[in-house]
């Protein structure tokens, strides 16, 4: 990963929008930086998915324009997908064949394949050559899925769910060997989730998405930088000011917390004033960030 973002992006979306009977995608912009880690959070029928098949080339959008690695899709899905790793949870392997067999039948259409990091991954994930797809748990069918998609060393990886279900060591195991992807800074992730654990670990961007629309992104230490729980004390008789970067106040009695999105030492000074008194100044957990920015999306959309 690296500090400092290249010109290139491995991904482009651009005012992106699909239609359904009874959900929308609604123009949805998105930026993935090559050398990037990007994590797209969003709760479960967001649109994580659908954003996903549409820059895989699967679902072509009613608008706006999708370029990956250079390629507009769906009209250069082929030529994309050479350099492309995708997996997502619901992928399914042959039951009755050996991993082997996947890993000989990946090696003769990809020409990037790379055995001796193939071999690398069945080490470091436990698994063995010889062990027939019917017979592997959830977490070794997750982890024989990745294998066949990283031994081919491709350029931009698209991951959607690809820890959901896992057990805590797997899923540490899988993440620390998506951390080691990126030590070549050539090469992009995208990475789908719910579970913000997951992306708050090994990501640099974070883009929230929810209710088909892109609600938030940005750098993800500057996510957490700027959002903090402030805990208030309000004597009777005190009204809390209304304060720029303070998006939710929640006061019960004398006891009040807001939440602010973009926050700077002068809104504990201005509270202070007002009367009230700053009991703690808190930093939040990206799910906390997560949760806070939908609840306030959601208001303004009603509003």
Same mark, same amino acid.
Not at 175 to 182: A, I, K
Not at 187 to 202: A, P
Not at 210 to 222: A, C, H, L, Q
């Given at each position: ?47 994580? =998915? ?12 009613? =608008? ?43 090696? =003769? &259409? ?69 951390? @080691? ?20 670990? &090994? ?44 998006? @939710? ?50 208001e303004e959309v009603e509003a």
């Amino acid at each position: 990963m690296t500090g400092n973002y290249p010109n290139r992006l491995a991904i482009e979306l651009s005012g992106v929008g699909k239609k359904y009977r009874f959900f929308s995608l609604d123009n949805i912009h998105l930026k993935v930086p090559e050398g990037q880690i990007m994590g797209l959070i969003g709760p479960n029928g967001a649109g994580k =998915s659908t954003t996903i098949r549409i820059l895989m080339g699967l679902v072509h959008q009613d =608008s706006g324009e999708a370029l990956v690695l250079g390629h507009p899709m769906p009209a250069e899905q082929v030529a994309a997908k050479w350099d492309i790793g995708f997996a997502s949870e619901d992928m399914r392997l042959y039951e009755s064949m050996t991993l082997g067999w996947h890993m000989n039948f990946i090696q =003769s &259409i990809y020409p990037n394949w790379d055995t001796a990091y193939a071999q690398l991954l069945l080490k470091r994930f436990g698994l063995r050559a010889e062990q027939k797809v019917k017979g592997l748990s959830h977490g070794q069918r997750v982890k024989a899925t990745l294998l066949l998609v990283l031994a081919r060393r491709p350029k931009l990886l698209v991951l959607d769910e690809p820890t959901t279900g896992l057990d805590p060591v797997a899923r540490h195991e899988i993440l620390r060997e998506l951390t @080691d992807v990126m030590a070549d800074e050539g090469r992009s992730i995208l990475f789908s989730s719910h579970n913000t654990q997951d992306v708050e670990q &090994i990501s640099d961007q974070i883009t929230f998405i929810d209710r088909g629309r892109i609600i938030d992104s940005m750098d993800k230490e500057m996510y957490l930088d700027r959002w903090r729980r402030l805990r208030l004390e309000v004597p009777y008789g005190i009204k809390l000011p209304a304060l720029p970067g303070i998006i @939710d106040v929640r006061q019960d009695g004398r006891l009040a917390v807001a939440t602010a999105n973009a926050f700077v030492p002068d809104l504990a000074n201005a509270y202070e004033s007002s009367g009230a008194r700053v009991n703690a100044v808190e930093n939040m957990t990206l799910e906390e960030i997560f949760v806070a920015n939908v609840e306030h999306s959601r208001e303004e959309v009603e509003a």
